[in-house]
């Protein structure tokens, strides 16, 4: 089945020791976002590439940084989480387009945990 | 600022219907959706309306009112499974997708 997968599903990580959560998509989306939910939260988004086209949030912390290696997958790169980081993190694709149809398929998450 | 207002929390019987509402004030509007939402999972996409009215999907219905900034999610024959958060999101004048909190919705036997 085409879906969304996310590694690692829990992480666990010291303060200020960096952290790379993976996800990659077999639905051949050209958009993938990343969001930052705590809990009873809206999901915030961090950031989104729409194809190569990195677009970041103003309000992202310069802490998190993401990378595109291909179409499929996607990275977040968290440089010296603090304990204000301890959230769900979730990837999610769409097909596209400037559109208000877009339905975003989530990957199951990535649950940090900072000590 | 933009905003999407929704309860925190209703509790509903099982075999009960309930009414999950949700009201927008964003810059342009070009959809809602709905999403329902697993405790410790990942959003799921239930509806999408662009257009005013009722659209119906088995159990589920979703409403919108452009007009009001409104929209309700409706749960019918509710089942002890739906218990769960419901999202609600709104797509603004530059396609950015606008969250709500979400309600969490309690099923009790």
């Known amino acids: 089945d085409a879906m969304v997968i996310q590694n690692p599903r829990y992480q666990v990580t010291q303060f200020g020791k960096p952290v790379t959560l993976s996800c990659s998509q077999t639905?051949?989306?050209?958009?993938m976002y990343w969001y930052q939910q705590k809990s009873s939260q809206a999901p915030k988004l961090l950031f989104h590439y729409y194809d190569k086209d990195f677009n970041n949030e103003a309000d992202t912390p310069d802490n998190f940084q993401s990378r595109r290696p291909n179409t499929s997958f996607c990275f977040l790169d968290i440089r010296s989480p603090g304990l204000g980081d301890a959230a769900m993190y979730l990837c999610a694709s769409s097909s596209g387009g400037r559109t208000g149809a877009n339905v975003l398929t989530f990957g199951a998450g990535s649950r940090l945990t900072v000590l | 600022g933009q905003n999407i207002d929704q309860p925190t929390e209703m509790t509903a019987t099982e075999g009960a219907i309930v009414q999950i509402n949700c009201t927008y004030q964003t810059s342009g509007f070009n959809g809602l959706f709905w999403y329902q939402q697993h405790a410790g999972e990942a959003p799921t996409f239930l509806s999408y309306?662009?257009l005013d009215g009722l659209e119906e999907k088995g159990r589920f219905s979703s409403f919108l009112s452009r007009s009001k900034g409104y929209s309700y999610l409706l749960l019918k024959e509710l089942q002890m499974k739906d218990s769960a958060s419901y999202l609600c999101?709104?797509?603004?004048?530059?396609?950015?997708?606008?969250w709500g909190a979400g309600t969490k919705l309690i099923i009790k036997p």
């Open positions: 309306n662009v």
């Open positions: 999101a709104v797509t603004d004048s530059n396609y950015q997708l606008i």
């Open positions: 639905l051949n989306h050209n958009v």
